[in-house]
């Protein structure tokens, strides 16, 4: 009886801290913030320029360019840098972010093929 009575604690107990693990999200995601930035990407080069250089920005954990939508991703840390600033930088690397339009020095050291007049390939 003992035993028995000793296991179904042991089992409430287990099944209480599970429950309660699962509605915590992990320390570091509870910390970031999700963006989406519209830009004016176009081929596979792009995609690697802006995930290369954004990675380097401050606060960044995540990037990714989805090349069909042309939505670049940005997780990062709240606190450290802000969506503006992100999409400045976006523009710093020659592309389009939303409403901003690329910085012209940096889009004009773009390739031909990472152009905005050129059709996605």
């Known amino acids: 009886m003992k035993t028995k009575l000793f296991l179904t604690t042991i ?32 081929c596979g080069m792009c995609k690697e320029k802006l995930e290369h250089d954004l990675a380097f920005e401050k606060g960044v954990r995540f990037v990714e360019l989805d090349n069909k939508t042309k939505v670049l991703t940005i997780k990062f840390k709240k ?10 930088a976006v523009t710093k690397v020659g592309y389009d972010a939303d409403e901003l339009q690329a910085e012209q020095k940096a889009y004009d050291a773009l390739p031909a093929c990472c152009k905005k007049d050129v059709a996605p390939h």
């Not at 107990?13 to 995601?29: F, W």
């Not at 999700?34 to 830009?39: G, H, M, N, R, S």
């Not at 606190?79 to 400045?88: R, V």
């Open 11 to 42: 089992i409430i107990t287990l099944s209480i801290i599970g429950l309660q693990a699962q509605d915590k999200k992990p320390k570091n995601e509870k910390k970031l913030e999700t963006v989406e930035i519209q830009t004016s990407a176009v």
């Open 79 to 88: 606190g450290k840098t802000t969506k503006e600033n992100l999409k400045k």
